[in-house]
């Protein structure tokens, strides 16, 4: 079925981060949200503050099968400086393991040298720091066992793009269906 952590760090962009952490749950996908920093709780961009389900020492990374950044400001910054979620997001590129990145956060992905001559999408502003990567406009991307997307507003389509990638194409339009998302289906 698979194993998801969302990973927050103070500023972190709520509806990114949320989102996918409620769609992946609704489909059924153990997903922990998790903390980079010493406290459960995390207070998000706009101030909203959210109990974590673990601190990251507590994240066994060998039984995780996604690690996903959300964007926002200075969330992104924040997650970049956290020396050991960077050895961890290296470790899961080199195994090929999938890496979920939206709005800004697809941005370390690029410093990191992981889009090059893959699709990717970021927030616009953040386009030139994909580094190597075919920019696009899509909602979201997948590129093998990468998905990107571009902000807030794509925030369902990135959710059911990494339900997609679990469990199949026809699952993510079921549950686009369910919470009556029509836009989804327009990408089948």
Do not use: W
Not at 83 to 106: S, V
Not at 161 to 181: S, T
């Amino acid at each position: 079925m698979g194993k998801v952590c969302v990973f927050f760090a103070p500023g972190y962009e709520e509806i990114e981060a949320l989102a996918v952490v409620d769609l992946l749950r609704r489909a059924g996908i153990d997903t922990d949200m998790v903390s980079v920093t010493r406290e459960y709780e995390v207070a998000g961009s706009h101030g909203v503050t959210v109990r974590m389900d673990k601190l990251f020492h507590e994240v066994d990374f060998g039984a995780t099968d996604m690690i996903v950044l959300p964007g926002g400001m200075p969330g992104t910054k924040n997650l970049e400086a956290c020396a050991p979620l960077m050895e961890a997001l290296d470790g899961f590129y080199k195994e090929r393991k999938c890496i979920g990145a939206i709005c800004a956060a697809p941005s370390i992905l690029g410093h990191r040298g992981m889009l090059k001559g893959r699709k990717a999408c970021s927030f616009p502003e953040f386009e030139s720091h994909l580094e190597g990567a075919e920019v696009t406009k899509g909602p979201a991307e997948i590129s093998d066992f990468i998905i990107t997307s571009r902000g807030m507003g794509c925030a369902v389509d990135f959710g059911l793009a990494i339900v997609e990638k679990f469990q199949g194409r026809e699952a993510a339009a079921a549950l686009a269906d369910k919470i009556i998302y029509g836009h989804y289906q327009e990408r089948l």
